[in-house]
Every structure is written in structure tokens, then in C-alpha cells.
């Protein structure tokens, strides 16, 4: 394993690539490090490459298949983690469970919009929108302190 340090006087935030043919035991240590060394951050891949995003920059959490994925202003990143996972580790940081797939930073949130089948929509800062389903609607009021199931 060949490691390096490039100091860069411009750089604003530590950036760690790591370029491998395929993700090793050896690699999965190496990030459950990184990724506990700062827990307002979660490593993301996309194109091989991996990346520190900051929760505050992810929108939601959302599965594609089998993948976990990270959506955020530049893209979506595979994260190597599960949904519930997530959850569990992102606890009080105005993360919330919208469905069975979707895990949403409530910090992005514009306006929620009651639907007539009970269901809930929610506005993003980005322009998108996702739903909330009917299960999870009185956890988003509890969240919320707006109160009623």
C-alpha cells in the first residue's frame, strides 16, 4: 500500500482518495477509520472514488436496488452501509425515516404537504421532492412537534 500527503495552502477541507482495483477488507477498515474519526461526515463512492461528504451537503439517503445511495447537490454516491444502519448512527442529527427507502436530513426541508391518502410530500432546498408514507407521517410530526397521528 502506497500512501501520500499533498499540502495544498488552498485546500479548504481534507479530501482522501483512495484508488484501488476493488474494495478489500483492508479498505473497509480503513474507511470504518476515516468515517469514525468524524461522525458529521460519511464516506460516499462514485467513479471508484471515494469521498468525505458532509451530512449537511446530503438531502436524503435512498436505496437503489441493493445499494445504499447518498444524494447531495453533486451527485449520488454509493454509501457502504444500510438504511437502518444510518439511521441508527445519524440519531439526533435531524435525520428522519420518510419510508422503507428513503432516510431525509430534515435540515433541507422547505414545506411538508398533507395529501388526502394520509401520506406526506416533502419540499427540498434543491427543488426535488420525496414522500413521506403513511407509517412514518406521525414520526415526521413527532420530529417536528407539530403533534397529532
Known amino acids: 500500500m502506497k500512501v501520500h500527503i499533498e499540502l495544498d495552502p488552498s485546500q479548504k477541507e481534507v479530501e482522501i482518495i483512495i484508488k484501488t482495483s476493488e474494495v478489500t477488507d483492508e479498505i473497509q477498515q480503513i474507511l470504518k477509520i476515516i468515517e469514525g474519526g468524524n461522525v458529521n461526515q460519511i464516506v460516499g463512492v462514485l467513479d471508484q472514488q471515494y469521498y468525505l461528504l458532509s451530512l449537511n451537503d446530503i438531502f436524503w439517503f435512498y436505496t437503489e436496488g441493493r445499494k445504499v445511495m447518498a444524494k ?12 437502518y444502519e ?8 435531524r435525520f428522519a425515516r420518510f419510508s422503507k427507502s428513503i432516510l431525509a436530513n430534515l435540515g433541507h426541508v422547505q414545506s411538508f404537504e398533507m395529501s388526502f391518502s394520509g401520506s406526506m410530500c416533502a419540499h427540498f432546498s434543491n427543488g426535488m421532492k420525496e414522500y413521506v408514507s403513511r407509517k412514518y407521517v406521525p414520526l415526521i410530526k413527532e420530529a417536528l412537534n407539530i403533534g397529532g397521528g
Not at 444510518?86 to 442529527?93: D, V
Request: aromatic share 4%; glycine share 10%.
Open 72 to 83: 447531495t447537490r453533486k451527485g449520488s454516491f454509493e454509501v457502504k452501509a444500510r438504511l
Open 86 to 93: 444510518l439511521e441508527e448512527q445519524l440519531a439526533g442529527k
